[in-house]
Nanobody, 125 residues
Framework: QVQLVESGGGLVQSGGSLRLSCAASERTFSRNAMGWFRQAPGKEREFVAA????????YYADSVKGRFTISRDNAENTVYLQMNSLKPEDTAVYYCAASTVYSPPWNTDRSYDYWGQGTQVTVSS
């Protein structure tokens, strides 16, 4: 059973930056894509960003375009989410997800079959 482990969350002031990491427990873990989702208190989980594992095409929610960057390191078996110009409305638990059997679209949680435990990001005003 593959495990996804997120790290890098924390408390940051508005306008600051954080980088989230998500490492898969198995190096030979075969996946189609990996994504980041977030869930704020009282709200549904929403898509943030995704990356195709082959070819590295990226996808972003409109709310984070130009501020967040998703990337991957095949050697480290890790996906990153660089978050710049953070806003209080970015406050949420951020989840890493992997898709091994599903197809696009990559902006819906139904396309992912493995999930991390989540990491808290809090942006103060």
């Amino acid at each position: 059973q593959v495990q996804l482990v997120e790290s890098g969350g924390g408390l940051v002031q508005s306008g600051g930056s954080l980088r989230l990491s998500c490492a898969a427990s198995e190096r030979t873990f075969s996946r189609n894509a990996m994504g980041w989702f977030r869930q704020a208190p009282g709200k549904e989980r929403e898509f943030v960003a995704a990356i195709r594992w082959s070819g590295a095409r990226t996808y972003y929610a409109d709310s984070v375009k130009g501020r967040f960057t998703i990337s991957r390191d095949n050697a480290e078996n890790t996906v990153y989410l660089q978050m710049n110009s953070l806003k209080p409305e970015d406050t949420a638990v951020y989840y890493c997800a992997a898709s091994t059997v599903y197809s696009p679209p990559w902006n819906t949680d139904r396309s992912y079959d493995y999930w991390g435990q989540g990491t808290q990001v809090t942006v103060s005003s």
